[in-house]
């Protein structure tokens, strides 16, 4: 008698381990039909878990009578293609974590559990056109059947399965029958259009001419692979380009993908998607449910709608006929996840249009330095829109030396004046401030305490609104003290700025005008945001204040001056990566002033109006701005002219991180043959941090490789030290942010 090997199923599953599983497949399946990708449950412990079919075997380096068998196998067809699964397994390898929770994070929730999936409230049954005509006796030998039908040309629209389930729970086969005598169709909740005359609402603006050569040089490139920078100050006409370009990709009848940084830029522009195209878009963001973001998912999923507008995790979202993918504001690090699963949605996102040979779009007024250095070296194509759009002409932006100038909360008397000029023209005024709160510091007058957060190396933040103290690190609060704890007699003072304060500064000094703060605070409940937006756009307001909020994006065609409260701060950070994101932030928020007919005028509040990095921004512009810093990038051999990775470690006391440590230089000196600079350990620039010490390391190797086969064999091995066990460890490569 012959026997066959068992079959052996290797396995991703969700849990934070560098390998694969093997079980044992399940009996009787047949294995030609069951493809990598397919979600499985699997026994796991004393649970069960959904895992990820990688690879059908018949070896297994555990002896067989050792594994278990599969349970079920949950989906008939794999849900991602297999480009989709070799770009996860891409990122699974290069960001070191593990694979099973990198093909997990691009499931919406319920299928990562295992649900079924719900295609079900997806579908919807018509006639068709020889159902509309048919007579329903012709079916009376099959009464079922002729139940449904009578049910559908009693209907004055399609049905779909909800409704279906809720008539009659025995639907189905009927439905089906009637289906293949071609009575009745199905389509998907939203359908693909067919017909490109259906694809546009509106007709496209007529482009000037960089925005037509943008267009065309993307145009023709649809159906291969390219990266395109497209650079353009704010109002450039970016979007425009888009736009088109997008509408060529409809017509072609594939799919569009595109990732903001920001949820509160979704709703504007899928305002302007509305407009411009008769086709739904699927959104992808946190604040939807999970049930939305899945009927989002599995829309582009099954081709069922063509544009996808979401935030970084959407880009994992399957695509049936990829065609196109954009990020806008690329340089924005929010593109950058940082906790769990540390990836780039920027740099897989080129990852991706390479796998699926289609283009790729980065857009950015103010580009990374890694993507000018990348049109630099060739990799990727500039599209350059050197002008604003339509009739807006740039803003006007100079530095206003504050040094030994009477200033109020945060509003120097110069400052204050030109706002009232502009609000005696019924303009709008924006004031930025990137801190929220009232004031970064508590401190006592009498003996100096200062409030501190108990579990983190940082101040507790005045919200007077709310009367709390709050961490902003670990989100610790406390009633506002009135007394000083310490003295018992001081008075207590709040130091510093923050937006509550600039706030309630504006409601005295501008009695008669309606301000809005615009910050996470303000805006946490659901709408908050997008009824600002609406009173601010209407007119009903003459003052916005906001945080970062505020510089992506957003159009106020009536806003004519821009204020940067306080620039200094952003000037002396020890990050390398501050000076480029000051000059971003600057720059964007200029974006702001003057978009319409109006012109603009952008003031920098500063104590040091000689600084290189102001000067040579607002003298030269972005450009030489960030070809002076690439250069000093260059001289001091930072990214992008080496690679970075950096080992974070936590722990509740400083002894086990030092164990750690010791262990790990063991494993480096192993490793390494000394081609990749070990920084470190030190700790972390927020030593502690939510009860826990930090500490961290950094990889630097001007070879990408060298770093990569480093960390190759390294992090393995780090996970498998008893040492590593007793702390917490992640591995963060590409860091954008070095705390
Ligand atoms: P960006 O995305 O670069 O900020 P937008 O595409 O939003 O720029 O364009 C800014 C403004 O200019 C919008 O109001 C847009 O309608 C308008 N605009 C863009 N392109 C043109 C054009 N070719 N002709 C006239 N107006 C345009
Ligand atoms: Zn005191
Ligand atoms: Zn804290």
């Known amino acids: 008698m012959m026997t066959t090997p068992p079959m052996i199923f290797k396995v991703a599953l969700p849990v934070p381990l560098y390998r694969l599983f093997d079980y044992l497949a399940p009996e009787g399946v047949n294995l030609d039909m069951i493809k990598p990708g397919v979600r499985l449950e699997v026994p796991f412990g004393k649970g069960k878990k959904t895992a990820f079919l990688i690879e059908i075997s018949t070896h297994s380096d555990l002896s067989i009578d050792k594994l278990k068998p599969v349970l079920r196998i949950l989906d008939d067809k794999s849900l991602l293609s297999a480009k989709e699964l070799r770009l996860l397994q891409w990122a699974s390898h290069y960001y070191h974590h593990p694979l099973g929770e990198v093909i997990s994070t691009a499931f919406p929730t319920a299928l990562r559990q295992g649900k079924a999936l719900a295609v079900k409230a997806e579908k919807r049954y018509t006639l068709t056109e020889l159902g509309q005509t048919t007579d329903s006796n012709t079916l009376k030998r099959s009464p079922k059947q002729q139940s449904v039908f009578d ?49 546009i609402r509106n007709t496209p603006l007529t482009c000037n001419p960089q925005q037509q050569q943008a267009i065309d040089r993307v145009y023709n490139s649809l159906g291969q692979f390219g990266v395109f920078l497209l650079e353009g100050v704010t109002g450039s006409g970016k979007t425009e380009v888009y736009l088109q370009i997008i509408q060529a990709v409809l017509e072609r009848g594939q799919q569009v993908l595109i990732l903001v940084p920001e949820i509160t830029l979704t709703p504007q522009l899928e305002e302007r998607f509305k407009q411009r195209f008769a086709v739904s878009i699927a959104l992808s963001h946190s604040k939807l449910t999970d049930k939305q973001r899945q009927i989002s998912w599995l829309q582009m999923q099954q081709g069922a709608c063509s544009i996808m507008l979401g935030t970084r995790s959407a880009l994992f979202t399957p695509l049936k006929k990829p065609g196109l993918i954009i990020l806008d504001e690329e340089h924005d690090t929010s593109f950058k996840q940082q906790e769990g699963f540390r990836f780039s949605a920027r740099d897989i996102a080129v990852v991706r249009a390479k796998l699926l040979h289609i283009p790729v779009i980065l857009g950015s007024a103010t580009p990374s330095l890694e993507s000018l250095y990348n049109v630099e070296k060739q990799r990727y194509q500039l599209l350059h829109l050197p002008e604003r759009a339509g009739s807006a002409i740039a803003p006007h932006v100079y530095l206003m030396d504050i040094r030994n100038k009477r200033i109020q909360d945060g509003l120097s008397e110069a400052l204050v004046t030109e706002m009232h000029k502009t609000l005696a023209k019924k303009e709008q005024v924006l004031l930025f401030l990137n801190r929220r709160g009232f004031a970064p510091t508590l401190i006592c007058h009498s003996c100096g305490w200062v409030a501190r957060c108990q579990r983190c190396d940082a101040n507790m933040v005045i919200h007077y609104d709310d009367a709390q103290l709050k961490c902003h690190h670990c989100g610790q609060e406390h009633t506002l003290l009135r007394q000083c704890p310490a003295c018992k007699t001081g008075e207590l003072t709040p130091l510093g700025l923050g937006t509550e304060r ?134 001091a051999a930072l990214p992008p002219f080496s690679y970075q990775a950096l080992l974070r470690v936590q722990a509740v006391d400083t002894d086990k991180p030092q164990q750690f440590f010791e262990a790990l230089t063991g494993l480096i000196a192993k490793h390494n043959h000394g081609l990749t600079q070990i920084l470190g350990p030190v700790s972390a620039p927020m030593a502690k941090r939510a009860g826990l010490y930090r500490f961290q390391l950094l990889f630097q190797n001007p070879k990408r490789q060298e770093l990569h086969a480093l960390l190759d064999t390294l992090i393995p091995a780090i996970s498998l030290l008893k040492q590593a066990k007793k702390i917490r460890w992640s591995l963060d490569v590409d860091p954008v942010d070095l705390y």
């Open 151 to 199: 049910k559908f040309q009693s209907s004055a629209h399609y049905l779909s399965d909800t409704d279906l389930s809720a008539w009659n729970n025995n639907w189905r086969t009927a439905v089906n029958e009637l289906i293949t005598k071609g009575l009745i169709k199905a389509e998907l909740t939203e359908t693909k259009p067919s017909n490109p005359k259906a694809i």
């Open 502 to 635: 600039v706030e309630k500064t504006l409601a005295n000094l501008f009695k008669d005008k309606i301000s809005v703060r615009l910050d996470r605070d303000s805006t946490q409940r659901k709408g908050t945001l997008e009824n600002y937006l609406n009173q601010i756009n209407s007119g009903q307001v003459d003052i916005i204040l906001g945080t970062q909020m505020l510089a992506k994006g957003h159009h106020f065609p009536n806003v004519t001056l821009v204020a940067i409260l306080d620039v200094d701060s952003g000037l002396f950070s020890i990050d390398f990566h501050a000076a480029e994101k000051l000059a971003q932030m600057i720059v964007q928020v200029s974006g702001r002033a003057g978009r319409a007919e109006k012109p603009g005028q952008v003031i920098l509040q500063t104590r040091q109006p000689e600084h290189p990095l102001l000067v040579t921004l607002i003298k030269q512009g972005y450009r030489q701005f960030a070809a002076t810093a690439l250069q000093e990038r260059k001289t």
